[in-house]
């Protein structure tokens, strides 16, 4: 089984804190991707990257960075947390042309 | 571009009934993905759709796709209260970029 974890379910942090947000996955995957998801906005793809130390922007990446320095491990950056990035965030991996596996998912709620 | 829609976006259905969701998609594609998501929870792989005229049934839940129409189809037999929850499509463009998911259909299963 495909298992993709992430470091914390739930987290609360405040205005302009500094948050790091890991995904790990165990299937060797290439692909790797992070979304948010907001009521009434649907999933929305903030970063991905196709390779280790590499990373293409998504839909929406602006206050956030990622890094990937190791293939299984993909961690997600919020350089100083505002509240409207209070949100669902969702990590997922993918071997190319095979199904797409998704974490349990990380609730942050910025103060 | 490529765009992904659903509908309906909200389904209210009555225990034993039969419905179908619609997942159409604007350009070609060779990869169709349904999952389901409940509430708070993370989403799960249900389906993976791979070719024009494939059927996958899981249940009471059988998806079709028809690429020629860019169409795809989540039928919902004898619906039981379990089966609540929201269902994406999401859709993989040509080449190496990440998936287009469809807005989501919240369906209600009622007594």
């Known amino acids: 089984d495909v298992k993709v974890t992430q470091s914390s379910r739930y987290l609360v942090k405040r205005t302009g804190e500094k948050v790091f947000l890991e995904c790990v996955q165990d299937m060797d995957h290439e692909n790797m991707f992070w979304y948010r998801q907001d009521p009434g906005l649907g999933l929305r793809l903030i970063y991905f990257s196709y390779d280790v130390k590499m990373k293409e922007k998504g839909d929406i990446p602006e206050g956030y960075s990622v890094s990937r320095e190791k293939k299984e491990r993909f961690s997600l950056i919020l350089e100083s947390a505002s509240t409207n990035q209070t949100s669902m965030y969702l990590c997922?991996?993918?071997?190319?042309?095979?199904?797409?596996?998704f974490g349990p998912g990380t609730r942050l709620l910025v103060l | 571009e490529l765009k992904v829609e659903q509908n309906p976006l909200f389904l209210s259905m009555q225990e034993g009934k039969n419905y179908t969701i619609y997942c159409n998609y604007s350009?070609?594609?060779?990869?169709l993905y349904w999952y389901r998501q409940d509430p708070g929870k993370s989403l799960e792989s249900l389906f993976v759709?791979?070719?024009?005229?494939a059927v996958k049934q899981e249940g009471r839940l059988m998806a079709s796709l028809d690429t020629k129409a860019r169409l795809s189809t989540l039928h919902i037999t004898a619906a039981v209260h379990d089966l609540s929850a929201t269902y994406f499509c999401?859709?993989?463009?040509?080449?190496?970029?990440?998936?287009?998911f469809g807005k989501g259909t919240r369906l209600s299963v009622i007594a």
């Open positions: 999401a859709v993989a463009p040509s080449g190496n970029t990440p998936l287009v």
């Open positions: 759709l791979l070719s024009n005229g």
């Open positions: 997922a991996s993918l071997r190319s042309g095979e199904t797409q596996y």
């Open positions: 350009t070609t594609s060779d990869r």
